[in-house]
């Protein structure tokens, strides 16, 4: 037994996203969206960058969302399985085009409204606390089409339009909301972020921070809507984390350290704390960004700041000035790093880190003082079937278990953590490859990365583990 106190009513669950799990891409009236565009293979990074050669599918190409794990027809057995290993919470996320199809329709979709209906009657039936977030790497593909996504403010009043009805309208069924999805991965992979879609001769930089403008005004508006709505719910945001560590203590790589993390912390820094930071007005003037803002946005922004800080968690990340040093890299979720020669890696070259948890835990928590919500958090690994036709996937107990133990601690540094739910609870189609190879479930899926398979679930062998974790509260780390 271990000595970790988990808070009372902690929110224990996993995560998944409309994108890369519902499938049915076109059913019930919904619209193409951002995901539908992305195959999996070499052409998928290109394209989440913002280099998109067209938005219509390509017939012949196999496109992984489009099916998903089946998610939208079978969330009942999934809903199922989550019970029984206790979750006290699910993250999802509502696809906005399944609300608006076009994301400039007259009237929501009530087809798609009443998926979420369904959706969320179903985990309240199960006791587990429905965790929606507003856009999970999520744009109908018309309002690309038509404005540009995230370029034009007109995105702000549109996604003002969903929010506010899908407010309205889940109102007494759901109390934690996020808005976009780590909004900082709009400066990584703009496409997947934002919709954002680049022509030779662009000023990518511009574009993407006066998308990011939009963006955070459309936050503000959306929690300031929320508290008005829902009285009684939380909103927050939601940052890809990671704190950078600074290769040598040569102050240069110290300040490339800092320099880094504020690249992320810029985001929540308005969301969380109401105003651009002096740092990011100094790096637009040196970079020659000049960011359109309209009348009342600065107050807008400070009057509407978040309850809490959602944050995902893989990876720390780490940084150097020596060119040489920098030859060795690898990843930190999606975001660059050099290899640490400290920490081991996943198979798809993940730094994998526990103290950095705690690490990041602390610093957002000092930076911030607001609860944080742990929203994602995983490993993702080959799983293969044993004689005993089991999966025994003990690496990613192992991972979970010492990240688990790292937040342990950051609640005794005295970090007020809300809850955590796990990426991918039930394997799901990857973010950053499209492959369903990498993993991260208890609940395995017969489904390969050519889209054959069954979509029969099966349990791993983490899956009691977790159940155990849960019902012990945290005691049986
Ligand atoms: C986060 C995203 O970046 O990491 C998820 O919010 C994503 O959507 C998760 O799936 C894990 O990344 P991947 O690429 O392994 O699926």
């Known amino acids: 037994m271990s000595n970790y106190k988990f808070p009372d009513g902690f929110l224990w669950g996993g995560a998944i996203a409309a994108n890369q799990a519902e499938g049915a891409y076109l059913e019930g009236g919904k619209g193409l969206t951002i995901v539908d565009l992305l195959p999996t293979g070499e052409q998928r990074r290109a394209i989440m960058e913002g280099y998109v050669q067209s938005l219509i599918p390509e017939e012949g190409v196999y496109y992984p969302s489009h099916e998903g794990i089946d998610f939208y027809h079978r969330y009942k057995e999934d809903i199922k399985l989550f019970a029984e ?183 929540i820094d308005v969301q969380s704390r109401g105003e651009y930071p002096p740092y990011a007005m100094r790096f637009f003037k040196d970079n020659q960004l000049d960011i359109a803002m309209e009348p009342g946005d600065t107050e807008l922004l400070k009057a509407h700041t978040v309850d809490y800080i959602g944050f995902s968690y893989y990876s720390s990340r780490t940084t150097s000035t020596d060119p040489e040093v920098n030859k060795n890299q690898t990843t930190g979720n999606v975001f660059g790093s050099i290899v640490n020669p400290y920490l081991e890696k996943s198979e ?42 089991q999966i025994d996937d003990s690496y990613r107990i192992d991972y979970l278990g010492s990240h688990l133990a790292a937040l342990g601690e950051a609640i005794k540094d005295g970090v007020e953590i809300i809850g955590y739910t796990s990426w991918g609870p039930i394997d799901i189609v990857s973010a950053s490859s499209g492959e369903m190879k990498k993993r991260y479930g208890y609940i395995y899926v017969d489904r390969d990365n050519e889209g054959n398979g069954t979509l029969n679930r099966a349990k791993k062998a983490s899956f009691d583990w977790y159940k155990q974790v849960i019902a012990t509260n945290g005691e049986s780390l």
Request: charged share 25%.
């Open 85 to 267: 290993m206790g979750f006290k919470a699910l993250r999802v996320s509502i696809a906005w085009a399944r609300i608006f199809p076009t994301g400039e329709d007259e009237e929501p979709n009530e087809d798609g409204l009443l998926f979420y209906d369904r959706l969320f009657n179903e985990l309240l039936a199960h006791n587990i606390e429905p965790v929606v977030t507003l856009a999970h790497f999520d744009v109908p593909v018309h309002l690309i089409e038509k404005y540009g996504s995230w370029r034009s403010r007109k995105l702000v009043g549109l996604f003002e339009m969903y929010a506010k009805t899908v407010f309205t309208r889940y109102k007494n069924k759901v109390k934690y909301w996020m808005t976009f999805n780590e909004i900082n991965m709009l400066l990584h992979l703009p496409f997947l972020g934002a919709g954002l879609v680049f022509k030779e001769g662009d000023n990518k930089q511009q574009i993407q921070y006066q998308a990011a403008h939009h963006q955070l005004v459309a936050s503000a508006l959306a929690v300031k809507a929320c508290h008005e709505i829902i009285p009684d719910a939380k909103i927050g945001c939601m940052l890809a984390a990671g704190s950078f560590y600074p290769y040598t203590c040569n102050p240069k790589d110290i300040f490339k350290g800092m320099e880094k993390d504020r690249e992320s912390y810029f985001f």
């Open 348 to 389: 798809w070259g993940w730094t994998i880190d526990p103290l950095g948890f705690r690490i990041t835990a602390n610093q957002l928590y000092d930076r911030y003082q607001k609860p944080l919500f742990v929203v994602e958090n995983g490993l993702g690994a080959v799983d293969e079937w044993n004689e005993e036709g």
